[in-house]
Structure formats: structure tokens, C-alpha cells
């Protein structure tokens, strides 16, 4: 059989979305695989994921391209510039054909809140190198995204400890 890069997607409200996601870029780093991830939203460097990947920088690329959780603002000019900017940033990475697999963690929000079209990130996933393995995250997932995914994986929140007042913690949450 030829390898066939697919394209796996974690959407819902549940957690765990981007931990099987880094779980996977784990898989495949050891696999020998050349991965990169690229954080879509998330503003902050000093999460334990960041600094695990850190730690595989040899095999494992780890960019986090977000400002944090800026698509609430009124203004959004500046999360729209940072969303094209690494939706740009996303496109260089997968059309250089240096990867194995390409994580884009949190990436349906970009289209959830039209900063990039889902014409255009459906484009990039039709045109990607074709053995190139794609993960994808975030709620919302878009009905085309869904559609493009050979793989889609819907975590469900059936109970999470904040609605008992427990606030993200360290090395659970980030």
C-alpha cells in the first residue's frame, strides 16, 4: 500500500483536543517523522507542551503564532492580522515539504471567526506535499473541514472540574 498523508481532525467541546494532538506529533517524532506544530491562539510560550517540544527540537518544530484568546475583542484588527500571519506562516511550512506531519493546533477558530476562509484553508489542504499528515484542532470545526478529514474525532465534555470553581491548573490545562 502507498503512504497516504491523512488529515485527522479533534473538534467538540470536551478537552483534550490538542493533547491527542501532541500526543500524535509525539507518535510520529518517535517514529522517526520530522514534525511541526503550530499553536493558532494560544499566546503564551512557557506551556508544558512548549517546553517538552523544546526538549525534541530536533525532530519537532513547536511555533505558537496567537496573542492569547483575542477573537472577543470588538476590535479585532490586530487578531485578524496575527490569524493571517500564521495562516501564511502554516501555508510556508506545509508547502516547504520538509515535514512528515503538521499540527494545527487550534486552527478552526480562524475560520469559525472569518479571519481566514474556509475556502482558503481547504485549498491548502487539497494542495498539501501527498504524504503529508495533517492534525488539525479546535471547536467548531467548519462542515467543509469535516468534510476534508479522513479522520474526525469529537471530544464531548460530560463533566470538567471549573464547573466546581477548580481554575486551570498547570500541567493538566497548559
Known amino acids: 500500500m502507498a503512504k497516504k498523508g491523512l488529515v485527522l481532525l479533534n473538534t467538540g467541546n470536551g478537552k483534550g483536543k490538542s493533547t491527542a494532538a501532541f500526543g500524535q506529533a509525539l507518535r510520529a517524532a ?20 512548549a517546553r517538552a517540544f523544546a526538549r525534541l527540537a530536533d525532530t519537532v518544530e513547536f511555533h505558537v503564532k496567537g496573542s492569547g484568546f483575542t477573537w472577543t475583542k470588538e476590535d479585532k484588527t490586530e487578531a ?40 482558503e484553508v481547504l485549498e491548502l ?42 481554575k486551570a491548573q498547570r500541567g493538566v490545562e497548559f
Open 30 to 49: 518517535g517514529s522517526g517523522f520530522r514534525v511541526c506544530i503550530i499553536q493558532f491562539i494560544k499566546g503564551n510560550s512557557e506551556t508544558g507542551e
Open 80 to 119: 485578524v492580522a496575527m490569524a493571517r500571519d500564521a495562516f501564511e506562516f502554516a501555508r510556508s511550512k506545509i508547502n516547504s515539504d520538509l515535514y512528515d506531519m503538521v499540527v494545527l493546533d487550534e486552527m478552526t477558530y480562524i475560520i469559525r471567526y472569518d479571519m481566514v476562509s474556509e475556502a
Open 125 to 166: 489542504i487539497s494542495n498539501r506535499p501527498e504524504r503529508l499528515h495533517l492534525v488539525i484542532t479546535g471547536r467548531d470545526a467548519s462542515k467543509g473541514l469535516i468534510g476534508a478529514a479522513d479522520l474526525v474525532t469529537e471530544m464531548v465534555e460530560v463533566k470538567h472540574p471549573y464547573q466546581q470553581g477548580v
